[in-house]
Structures are given as C-alpha cells and as structure tokens.
C-alpha cells in the first residue's frame, strides 16, 4: 500500500529537505497551471483530458508537500522511515515503486485519508 508519508521522509533522508520541498511545491504549482493553460488553450477530448490530468497530478502533490514541511520542521526523516534503512537497497526499491503512484491521478490524497495521516500523526 502506498504510504506518501513514508515516500516523502525517504526523499528527504536522502535528497535533502529543500530539494524535496523545492521538487513538491514546483510540481503543486506547475502542473495545475499548466493543466489551466492547456485547458484553455485548445479545445478536443485530448487536450480536455491532459489538462484535468495534470490538475489532478499537482493535487497528488498537495499531501506530499504538507508531509515534507511536517518532516523537515520536526528533523524526523529517519525517524519516519525507522529500520527500513538497514537494507538500503530494498528500502530504496521499495519507494521507487511507489513513487510510481504519484503520477496517478488524485491517489496520493486518498491513501493519505485511508492511513488517517494528514501531516499530523493520530
């Protein structure tokens, strides 16, 4: 199961919490303005589902942005991914696989309700 709480600790564990912050809130704000533009720029069953498609990538990332500024205010990326690091490999296949789901529209929003994590642990 996808866990975007997870994917992001590991990306800042490993890439840094202002890359990762930087990569979320580009993609929160590009992809839905470019989804507008697109939209408005043309008109066809293509260019209609390009346009909601990338509107809903940029609100994948919503979630992911909120962990990220949870995480690195709180200095708890490893903390967060726990002892899945001791097999660096695995852990790291593990996440590459999920991070596939991110670019499924919306599903980032709804595992992050299904697992009652909205930046805030329960």
């Known amino acids: 199961m996808l866990n975007p709480r997870k994917l992001a600790a590991i990306d800042i564990a ?10 979320y809130a580009s993609a929160v704000l590009v992809a839905p303005a470019l989804g507008v533009l697109t939209l408005l720029r043309g008109s066809g069953y293509g260019r ?4 909601l498609y990338l509107i ?6 919503v979630p992911m942005l ?6 690195s205010k709180g200095r708890s990326a490893r903390a967060e991914i726990g002892g899945e690091l001791g097999d660096q490999r695995r ?12 670019l499924v ?3 980032v929003p709804i595992a992050a309700l299904r697992i009652g994590e909205w930046g805030v642990r329960q």
Do not use: D, H, T, W
């Open 48 to 51: 209609l589902a390009l346009g």
């Open 56 to 61: 809903a990538l940029g609100i994948n990332y």
């Open 66 to 71: 909120a962990y990220a500024a949870v995480i």
């Open 105 to 107: 529209p919306l599903v």
């Open 14 to 23: 490993f890439l840094g919490a202002k890359v990762v912050i930087a990569e």
């Open 91 to 102: 852990a790291m296949a593990k996440y590459r696989r999920q991070s596939l789901f991110l």
